[in-house]
C-alpha cells in the first residue's frame, strides 16, 4: 500500500512564525504535491515538485516555498506565518508519466490554525 | 486551464438507495483524466474512481460506477446501495494539460441516513 505520512495532524503557530510541514512517501513516487483545502473552495495547488530539487508554482503559491532535497520527501515552509494561512494542508503523491491514470495519494493532512 | 463545477454542496440519501452526485468539467484538451475522491471527517482523500477521455464504456469500482456524459462534459458518481460508511465529502477532479496535476472542483457532503 502506498503510505503518504504527514508530520503533523494539528499544528497552532503564532503570526510571523516559520512553518514547516512535513511529507514523506513510501512508494518511490517522482511527484509531491502540497494543497490546501478551505470550506466552499475545494482543494486548491500551491507547490508541486516531479524531481529531486525541481519544484514548479501552482495556483496559490504566495505566501509559501517548497523543499524537495530528497525524492520521499517533500516541505512547504510558511516564510512568516498569517492568519489568513489558517488551513487544511495536503500532501500527495503519485508517479510520473504522460499517461493520464497517474492517481495521486495522500497523507492525512495537517489543519493549522496560525493565531 | 481546467475546471471542474460540483453543483451540489450538499446531499441526503437512504441507507441503501442509490445517489447520483453531479460534476461538470471544462477544458480544451482532448486528453484528459477524471477522478472521483472520498473524504471522510477524518480528513484523508481516498480515491474511488477513475474516467480516461478515451476510455470507451463507464467506469465502475464495486459499488462506485461513473456516469460519463463526453459530449455534456459531465461526469457523475453514482453509489449504489448508500451505506452509512459512505458519509463523506466527495470531490471531483480533472487532470489534463501539461504534466500530472489535478483541478478539484468545491466538493459535495453526502449524509447517508437510517
Known amino acids: 500500500d502506498v503510505k503518504v505520512t504527514q508530520s503533523s495532524r494539528y499544528l497552532v503557530k503564532r503570526t510571523g512564525e516559520k512553518v514547516f510541514l512535513e511529507c514523506v512517501q513510501d512508494m518511490d513516487h517522482e511527484n509531491m504535491f502540497w494543497y490546501r483545502q478551505d470550506p466552499g473552495l475545494g482543494l486548491r495547488l500551491i507547490y508541486f515538485s516531479y524531481d529531486v530539487k525541481m519544484k514548479e508554482k501552482g495556483d496559490i503559491p504566495e505566501g509559501y516555498s517548497v523543499s524537495r532535497e530528497k525524492k520521499e520527501r517533500f516541505s512547504l515552509i510558511l516564510e512568516s506565518a498569517s492568519t489568513n494561512q489558517t488551513s487544511m494542508y495536503l500532501c500527495?503523491?503519485?508517479?510520473?508519466?504522460?499517461?493520464?491514470?497517474?492517481?495521486?495519494?495522500f497523507g492525512a493532512g495537517t489543519r493549522l490554525s496560525v493565531l | 486551464a481546467q475546471k471542474i463545477t460540483q453543483t451540489q454542496p450538499g446531499m441526503f440519501v437512504q441507507e441503501k438507495e442509490a445517489v447520483t452526485l453531479d460534476c461538470t468539467y471544462d477544458?480544451?484538451?482532448?486528453?484528459?483524466?477524471l477522478f472521483w475522491y472520498k473524504q471522510p471527517s477524518s480528513g484523508e482523500m481516498i480515491f474511488l474512481i477513475y474516467q480516461g477521455s478515451y476510455d470507451q464504456q463507464n467506469a465502475t469500482e464495486g459499488r462506485y460506477s461513473l456516469n460519463f456524459q463526453k459530449a455534456r462534459k459531465s461526469a457523475n458518481l453514482v453509489i449504489s446501495a448508500s451505506q452509512l460508511g459512505d458519509s463523506a465529502m466527495y470531490f471531483c477532479a480533472i487532470q489534463a494539460g501539461g504534466g500530472n496535476k489535478l483541478t478539484f472542483g468545491t466538493g459535495t457532503q453526502l449524509k447517508v441516513e437510517l
Open positions: 477544458t480544451s484538451d482532448p486528453s484528459y483524466g
Open positions: 500527495a503523491s503519485s508517479l510520473y508519466g504522460r499517461e493520464r491514470k497517474n492517481i495521486q495519494y
